[in-house]
C-alpha cells in the first residue's frame, strides 16, 4: 500500500511541473489577452476577456505548442451572490478542452459583462461541436451566444418563459 502512495505522490509531483509549465507557456502564448490564470486542485485556469474569447480559442486550438483539439464541455454558470463578493459579473461560460497530442487539459472561463443580457462570442466555428453546449447554457441560463446560427430552447419547450438554472428563477 505504502507503493500505491508514493506512486500517487510521484504522479501528482510530474502533473504539478507539466501544469506550471503549461501555464508559463499559455501566459507567454497569449500576452495580454489572458486575465488570470491559475492551478488549483490540480487544473488549470485561464480566464479571458470575452472581446479576445475567438482570438484565444483559434491559438488554443491552432498554435503547434497547444493544439488543443477537442472540445470537451461548455456550461454557463449563475455567481449571484458569489459575484458580487468577489467582484465579478455574474454570469460566466466555462469551456474545458482537451489536447488530445500533448495530453494537457485547459479550463478556459469568461466572463458576461451585462447581467441583464448575459452574452459572449460564439466558438462553433472554432469547434462544431459547441453547438448543443451553447445551446443547452442558452436555455437554462440565458446566455445568448453571439453568431450561433441555431441558438433556440434545446430542453424547455419553446414556449417556456425563464432560465431554469438561474439562481433567481
Known amino acids: 500500500h505504502e507503493w500505491l502512495i ?8 510530474h502533473n504539478d511541473e507539466n501544469l506550471i509549465l503549461l501555464k508559463s507557456e499559455l501566459e507567454l502564448i497569449l500576452e495580454q489577452q489572458l486575465i488570470e490564470s491559475h492551478i488549483e486542485f490540480n487544473e488549470l485556469t485561464i480566464i479571458v476577456d470575452s472581446s479576445c474569447l475567438l482570438n484565444v480559442c483559434k491559438l488554443l486550438r491552432d498554435d503547434n505548442a497547444l493544439k488543443f483539439d477537442t472540445l ?6 449563475d455567481y449571484l451572490d458569489y459575484s ?3 467582484n465579478r459579473p455574474r454570469f460566466a461560460v466555462v469551456i474545458h478542452l482537451l489536447s488530445t497530442s ?3 487539459r485547459l479550463r478556459l472561463k469568461v466572463f458576461c459583462s451585462d447581467e441583464n443580457l448575459p452574452a ?3 466558438i462553433t466555428k472554432t469547434w462544431q461541436a ?3 453546449y451553447e445551446r443547452e447554457a442558452f436555455d437554462m441560463y440565458g446566455i445568448v451566444f453571439e453568431g450561433n446560427e441555431d441558438l433556440r430552447r434545446l430542453l424547455t419547450d419553446y414556449g417556456f418563459v425563464g432560465h431554469p438554472f438561474r439562481k433567481d428563477f
Open 102 to 104: 500533448k495530453n494537457h
Open 72 to 77: 470537451i464541455d461548455l456550461c454557463g454558470i
Open 6 to 13: 508514493l506512486t500517487s505522490i510521484a504522479l501528482n509531483n
Open 120 to 122: 459572449v462570442p460564439s
Open 130 to 132: 459547441a453547438e448543443w
Open 84 to 86: 458580487i463578493s468577489q
